[in-house]
């Protein structure tokens, strides 16, 4: 393992890849990539996406398993290749191309060379700034059904509208889990409200007037107009971003979704560089990511054999 601080970062040989993110997506593509017997170096800063979430589900083998336990078999089952190394840093900036080889720089200082480098640094979770969601994240608030709503399935369930095109599509999905009530975060217009507000009606969904103002206890929302409805979770959208600037730094095209864009084998536009997992889809979960993680493995070590076009 190289220490965060070591200095001799710049005299190592080249590594055959540098992965940039050591969670689901990036170590499934280090596996791969260790297991054709290349070298492999992993650059990560110990924050996956789901770090909040005290288990994971939907993930077949791994359904109700803490994801860290799942990180860690994972990290130990591949620090065991001799030819893989990892690097507690954040890699802050990228330079290079196939023909003259990649430079990945650390915040520690440290900077190692590749032959091929893939992103694989998920994304950040954006939330609706109302206080006491961000504190729950990943508990009581949440995001994905098919992660967190076979838990509370039959229970009451609150839905903070995202925007009023999304509304029936949001509310008609959670139905499917429980009885659902729909929040605002007074970003609608009167009119919206008014036409929202009959459309849910119709399926016979209350959204409450008062605009959401705060969430405590477990589950319990406190409107503006000093009501309060306790939930057993309350479902937000959540915008996210790329968790790291490296890809538009090294010039790779993304997608108005703000993931990176890449081919079928997970190349970006930008030839030798790939990316995997959340960063290169939108709307990921753990077993697209290490699906995606092997395919980046994969697709980077054909390119080091010259046999990917
Ligand atoms: C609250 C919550 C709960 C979830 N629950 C589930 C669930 O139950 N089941 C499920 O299938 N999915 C779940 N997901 C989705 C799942 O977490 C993601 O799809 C998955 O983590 C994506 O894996 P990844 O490897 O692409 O990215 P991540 O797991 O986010 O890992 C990215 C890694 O890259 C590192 N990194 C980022 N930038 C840098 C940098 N510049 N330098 C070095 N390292 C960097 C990060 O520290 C992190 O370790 C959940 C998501 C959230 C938000």
């Keep these: 393992m190289i220490s965060p601080s070591s200095t001799t970062s710049q005299n190592l040989p080249p590594f055959d890849t540098v992965v940039v993110g050591g969670s689901y997506a990036g170590m499934s593509a280090a596996l791969q990539l260790a297991r054709a017997c290349r070298t492999v ?72 060379r590749a032959r091929r480098l893939i992103l694989a640094h998920g994304v950040v979770d954006r939330l609706p700034s109302i206080p006491g969601l961000a504190e729950r994240w990943g508990e009581t608030v949440l995001h994905c059904p098919y992660c967190h709503g076979y838990e509370i399935c039959g229970t009451n369930i609150g839905v903070l509208i995202a925007s009023k095109s999304e509304a029936m599509d949001q509310v008609k999905a959670l139905s499917q889990w429980g009885a659902v009530t729909a929040f605002h975060a007074a970003t609608l217009s009167a ?45 937000v959208h959540s915008e996210t971003c790329l968790a790291s600037d490296l890809a538009t730094r090294m010039g790779c095209e993304t997608e108005d ?18 990316a995997c997992g959340d960063a290169a889809r939108f709307a990921g979960n753990i077993a697209l990511a290490v699906g995606e993680g092997a395919l980046a493995g994969v697709a980077a070590h054909r390119s080091l054999l010259g046999l990917l076009p």
């Design 41 to 112: 170096l992993v650059i990560d800063h110990g924050q996956p996406r789901n770090e909040r979430a005290a288990k994971a589900h939907g993930c077949l083998g791994w359904d109700g398993v803490a994801p860290i336990q799942i990180l860690e078999l994972g990290r130990r089952q591949l620090l065991a290749y001799d030819r893989v190394q990892w690097a507690t840093d954040q890699a802050i900036d990228a330079t290079g191309s196939l023909e003259m080889g990649f430079a990945v720089h650390c915040a520690s200082g440290d900077r190692y």
């Design 191 to 235: 009119a919206e409200m008014e036409e929202l507000s009959a459309e849910l009606k119709g399926i016979g969904v209350t959204l409450e007037e008062s605009a959401l103002a705060g969430v405590t206890g477990k589950a319990i929302l406190n409107l503006a107009d000093g009501s309060v409805r306790d939930v057993e979770a309350l479902f």
């Design 257 to 274: 979704a703000g993931c990176i864009t890449t081919d079928s084998a997970k190349q970006t536009t930008v030839a030798g560089v790939f």
